[in-house]
């Protein structure tokens, strides 16, 4: 598509940064993987995947779907997202 490796790394370092700035505790871990989201990863290097495991809502202070609007809202907003998908 274009993109190079460098950018897509780029972008998920700014998606990254939203992450860290949710309130301590929230997250327990999360993980990304660039060059990969598709059946054509090996060629994909504009594709990434990033994984977040939320604390047990047990643990949260608000809900998962606040802290989901949340994030979806902020990375809506960095440059060069085409698509967020839930799983």
């Given at each position: ?25 929230e997250v ?60």
């Amino acid at each position: 598509i274009g993109t190079s490796l460098e950018a897509t790394s780029d972008t998920i370092r700014k998606i990254e940064a939203i992450i860290e700035e949710l309130p301590e505790g929230e997250v327990d871990s999360y993980f990304a993987q660039i060059g990969t989201g598709g059946r054509h990863a090996s060629t994909s290097p504009h594709l990434a995947t990033l994984t977040l495991d939320l604390a047990p809502p047990s643990q949260l202070q608000r809900s998962v779907a606040k802290i989901q609007s949340e994030l979806r809202q902020k990375i809506k907003e960095v440059k060069g997202i085409r698509a967020i998908k839930k799983g």
